[in-house]
Structures are given as C-alpha cells and as structure tokens.
C-alpha cells in the first residue's frame, strides 16, 4: 500500500525553515498534521517550535526579565551538562 505524496508544508526542509521563522504557525502545522508525520518525526519538529516560540516570545518581554530569562537558560544546561559529565 503506497502512502499519499506529503504536502509541501509537510516536507523536511519546509517544515524546519516554518519552525524557525513562524513558530505559532509551525506549532499549528505540526499539531494538526500528527497523524500524517512519523512519531519521532513528530516530536523533533515540536521541540524545534517550543524552543523556537521561547525565544521568539522573549523578543516582547522587557530587556531586564529577558536577560534574567536567558542567564536562567544557560545557568540550567551548563547544570546539566556538568551533572552528566560527573556520572560517567
């Protein structure tokens, strides 16, 4: 049984490039289309949309609680990548 072509918007080059310049409308494409698209297809591209809509949405958020935010960001993945480097 053949699977019918994938619309454009579907497509992986597409896709990302809506992800990364129109998050709110890449979360709708994403969620509305989660039968057509592959499981770990699926969840790459609404990763790649909450990341996108995080910093997207800092852009309205006054310059002090942005930096505050984004210090907050950082300080949690430097936490977690010296906590993984610590168990191995």
Do not use: D, H
Not at 36 to 46: A, D
């Amino acid at each position: 049984m053949m699977q019918a072509p994938l619309p454009w918007y579907l497509k992986e080059k597409a896709l990302f490039i809506i992800c990364f310049l129109g998050p709110p409308i890449a979360y709708i494409i994403v969620i509305g289309n989660k039968k057509k698209l592959e499981r770990k297809r699926y969840l790459e591209y609404l990763t790649l949309a909450t990341i996108m809509v995080s910093v997207w949405l800092l852009k309205f958020t006054p310059g002090p609680i942005r930096l505050s935010v984004l210090m907050t960001i950082i300080l949690i993945l430097l936490y977690r990548r010296i906590k993984k480097t610590k168990k191995k």
